[in-house]
């Protein structure tokens, strides 16, 4: 039964989203950060055009399952290579009752804010979900831009999950 959830769970994930990646974890990784789920996001993932948009890419949670986020790494500063103002590309990671629950506002553009690394805040890292539910990213740009004009840009987001 645990296989088919785990199956039935990498199938909804992948119908989700394009190419924005929520896989297991190297044994690199989970010995670094504990993880055994990774969401990777590049900047080719943020597709909105729409000026001062958020987007929003999710992975989908089943009921009974425990969640904890470990860490987020910018691996690659987001960029628009706009130099007309300052870029700014902001992330909150969430559920459907709390938006940023597991990560508050954390600042991914290279203008010289961007934050490499960053835990979650510890008294609301884990949850265990009594009805399926999703992870929410929400990107949010600076008012002059789009998500999509960013040019450059990856990030990883370390879970432990238990189904």
Known sequence: MKKFTMILMALTISALFASAEWRAATQSEMDRTGANRVFE?????????TTNTAQTLTVAVPAKAAVQFMLMELDTAFDTANTNYTGSLAVIVGDGSNDDAYLTSTEL????????????????????????????FKFTPNTEEAVSANTSGHASFYFRVVP
């Open 41 to 49: 996001v590049d900047y080719t993932d943020l597709t909105t055009t």
């Open 109 to 136: 553009a290279s203008d010289g804010t961007e934050i490499w690394k960053k835990f979650g805040p510890t008294a609301t890292r884990e949850k265990v979900y009594t009805v399926a539910d999703t992870l929410d």
